[in-house]
């Protein structure tokens, strides 16, 4: 077994993530091995050191983490209502169907109002062909000389 | 399913984990006041995010992760700012804490100091914060296996890094 394996297991074993089975060999390869001994007792010292560092907590911080602080700096945020993508993407489609046909609709609308009105005024018809014709009425001017 | 609306249990998961969040972010930065940023900024992102987390294992998991990824960005913006010629920006750092903090911490802040990030990370949510390599593996978005390797050789230059600073004592 080489020493790697050996420290791996032994640093697994440390933290009580190795199994009984696992540990056994790698134990038996420790007593016979300094390198792996250094490595084993670095890694209990560093253990030791950590557990000893006081990390002080900044008391400041606390009055900065006060709950009405933090809702007045989230409240946008969190009452901003979620709605779910494709809800979105369905909403978008409609809207531009929709106004596609309002627009259609109100163009048929102003297009017929404008024929209507020009007809009046026009004295000519047009017909429903395809394509659309304009027929132009003979127009009697009085006689029938004048209007040839 | 904690939903923060009123507050309380917000409150629980502050008092719960702020000190173990502020260690972590304190030894991976060396810079107390750094560390109190990003401790602001993680919890004031769980108030937000309180409702979508399913039970109090994923509020932890979440909060170291979340911790170390501003974290990890605050480390990339100091490399940025030594690059541009700021030589003396580490230096100040550990100057700061070492004079802050009794002579265990300073050797602590020396050694970390001179530990790659990745190795550093593992370590202190190992033997700081005493996670195991399930809630290691989830903070680091990595695997069980990955983390078993990590803290091998975390711990093997880590105590390169001591023998080369302090000797044998
Ligand atoms: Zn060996």
Redesign the pocket.
């Given at each position: 077994m080489k020493?790697d394996d050996?420290q791996e297991r032994l640093s697994a074993f440390l933290d009580n993530e190795e199994s009984t089975d696992e540990i056994e060999e790698a134990l038996g390869?420790l007593y016979g091995?300094s390198?792996?001994q250094s490595f084993f007792n670095d890694s209990i010292k560093l253990r030791s050191l950590a557990h000893k560092d006081q990390v002080d907590f900044p008391p400041g911080l606390d009055e900065a983490m006060n709950f009405r602080t933090i809702k007045a700096k989230c409240g946008i945020a969190r009452y901003r209502v979620k709605v779910p993508a494709y809800v979105l993407s369905i909403a978008a489609v409609v809207l531009i169907a929709l106004s596609f046909t309002f627009g259609f609709m109100v163009q048929g609308n102003v297009q017929r109002k404008e024929m209507s009105e020009l007809m009046k005024s026009f004295p000519g018809q047009v017909v429903y062909s395809m394509p659309p014709q304009v027929v132009y009425p003979v127009i009697d001017r009085g006689s029938k000389g004048e209007a040839r | 399913m904690p939903d923060f609306g009123n507050g309380k249990e917000f409150t629980e998961f502050y008092n719960q984990y702020k000190a173990g969040v502020y260690r972590f972010c304190c030894r991976i930065l060396n810079r107390p006041e750094d560390a109190n940023d990003v401790v602001q900024d993680v919890f004031i992102k769980l108030y937000e995010q309180g409702v979508r987390f399913n039970g109090e294992s994923s509020v932890k998991v979440w909060l170291y992760k979340s911790a170390r990824n501003k974290c990890l960005n605050v480390i990339r913006d100091r490399s940025k700012l030594t690059n541009l010629g700021s030589d003396d920006d580490k230096t100040i750092a550990t100057d700061i804490v070492s004079s802050d903090y009794d002579d265990s911490a300073a050797m602590v802040t020396r050694l970390l100091d001179q530990l790659a990030v990745e190795y550093r990370e593992v370590l202190i949510l190992r033997e700081w914060n005493d996670l195991n390599y399930e809630e290691i593996a989830a903070a680091l978005e990595t695997t069980v296996p990955a983390v078993k390797s990590r803290l091998f050789k975390a711990r093997k230059k880590a105590g390169e890094i001591y023998r080369k600073l302090y000797g044998d004592e």
């Open positions: 020493c050996v390869h091995c390198d792996c | -």
